[in-house]
């Protein structure tokens, strides 16, 4: 960001958070990610508890960066309590404000398990509701953001190395930008993968309708190039408990699991994207 952008930004949410608090008088207001807005909230109402989560991206867009972590840093430290929601996660946070440990509590991510649990639905009819047909058994799985970050552009291009005859169908499920999605919708084009790969949204990004998507998987590919604990991760393991014996994430870290009859696809990402562990 530059000082321009910096600016906008200040302007824009002091604008916006100084509506919601002066219209919903919050007890406590809870933040995520410590990034610019915990110091422009304790600019507008310090005298209003402070929780802030993190969950690992400040490292991403504030190290290496002293404009934006001098921004930052004061709402971290001014915070009530920091959340990290993992211990990595925790020590990562602590070494970048300069905070003490015992200030952040780890609580770890959770899901509901009203919708996310095991059960069979007929994948036709879940894949119906997108316009997506198919011919092929077996389905690649991806949720998560459109983002850089994730490894999108790495599962495409994979995807043309284990994509034969019988499949399998790529399903990458989620939202970004316009631009992402069109940069991607053109590699998967460029790649003649057209009826093979396929990119969704929900409508409103719904929790009930990805959980029915995330139960039709039989790999799933956890989004993201870095972060070892994100919550499709869980919830992707708690859809397909009863298909532990082929339902398995594939990574590009260090946290990644793969089993024998997922080869194909760690064999396609390690050429493409370096060489993930097993």
């Not at 002091?14 to 919903?24: G, Q, V, Y």
């Not at 995520?32 to 993190?54: D, G, M, R, Y």
């Not at 969704?200 to 870095?226: K, Q, W, Y």
């Not at 859809?239 to 760690?266: A, L, M, W």
Request: proline share 5%; net charge neutral.
């Amino acid at each position: 960001m530059n000082d321009a952008q910096i600016a906008e930004y200040r302007e824009v949410f002091s604008r916006r958070l100084a509506k919601a608090i002066r219209e919903f008088k919050p007890d406590v207001i809870h933040s995520h990610h410590l990034f610019l807005l915990n110091s422009l909230i304790k600019e507008i109402a310090p005298q209003i508890p402070l929780v802030c989560t993190s969950h690992g991206t400040e490292e991403k867009m504030l190290a290496g960066n002293p404009a934006l972590l001098s921004l930052a840093a004061p709402g971290a430290k001014a915070a009530e309590r920091v959340i990290a929601v993992s211990e990595a996660i925790k020590a990562q946070a602590a070494e970048l404000f300069g905070m003490e440990p015992d200030r952040i509590a780890c609580i770890g991510n959770g899901y509901d398990d009203v919708l996310f649990h095991p059960r069979k639905l007929e994948r036709g009819r879940v894949l119906d509701k997108y316009v997506v047909t198919t011919r092929f058994d077996k389905t690649v799985l991806y949720v998560g953001k459109f983002s850089e970050w994730k490894g999108v552009e790495y599962l495409i291009r994979a995807a043309k190395h284990y994509t034969g005859e019988s499949g399998p169908l790529t399903l990458i499920c989620g939202n970004g930008s316009d631009e992402l999605r069109g940069r991607y919708n053109a590699l998967i084009h460029s790649l003649g993968l057209e009826n093979s790969v396929k990119m969704i949204t929900p409508p409103d990004n719904r929790s009930d309708l990805i959980a029915e998507i995330m139960a039709c998987g039989d790999a799933f590919v956890l989004p993201s190039i870095e972060n070892g604990t994100s919550v499709p991760l869980i919830t992707g393991c708690s859809v397909n408990v009863d298909k532990s014996s082929r339902y398995q994430v594939i990574s590009n870290t260090p946290h990644g699991t793969i089993t024998p009859s997922t080869d194909f696809i760690f064999s396609a990402m390690r050429s493409e994207s370096g060489t993930p562990r097993r």
